[in-house]
């Protein structure tokens, strides 16, 4: 069974970065097909795609979010790493990762709130 469990912070300033950690137990970051994936969910608004990495490393971005985002992995401790830079109030969500393969959004972490706010 795969687990996914985000970690980090649940409050951050205003023009700070937000960096936050997926740690994944029950199958490797590294295995093929799979994309592992940081999606959120602001209030009142629907899920919003961030960005990813996959079994190979390559990352893949949102368009809207390209330039300040960073998603990074450490193999050694099978966990995939989220930075979100120049965070604002509207950045305040709920935080998800969530492994991908053949298309299906299969295992999620159960999600982190995070209140961007001084």
């Known amino acids: 069974q795969v687990q996914l469990q985000e970690s980090g912070p649940g409050l951050v300033k205003p023009s700070q970065t937000l960096s936050l950690t997926c740690t994944v137990s029950g199958g490797l970051i590294t295995t093929y097909p799979y994309y592992w994936r940081w999606i959120r969910q602001s209030p009142g608004k629907g899920l919003e795609w961030m960005g990813a990495i996959n079994w190979a490393g390559h990352t893949f971005y949102s368009p809207s979010l390209k330039s300040r985002t960073s998603i990074s992995r450490d193999t050694s401790k099978n966990q995939f790493i989220l930075q979100l830079m120049s965070v604002t109030p509207e950045d305040t969500a709920v935080y998800y990762c969530?492994?991908?393969?053949?298309?299906?959004?299969?295992?999620w972490g159960q999600g982190t709130q995070v209140t961007v706010s001084s």
């Open positions: 969530v492994r991908e393969g053949a298309f299906l959004m299969d295992y």
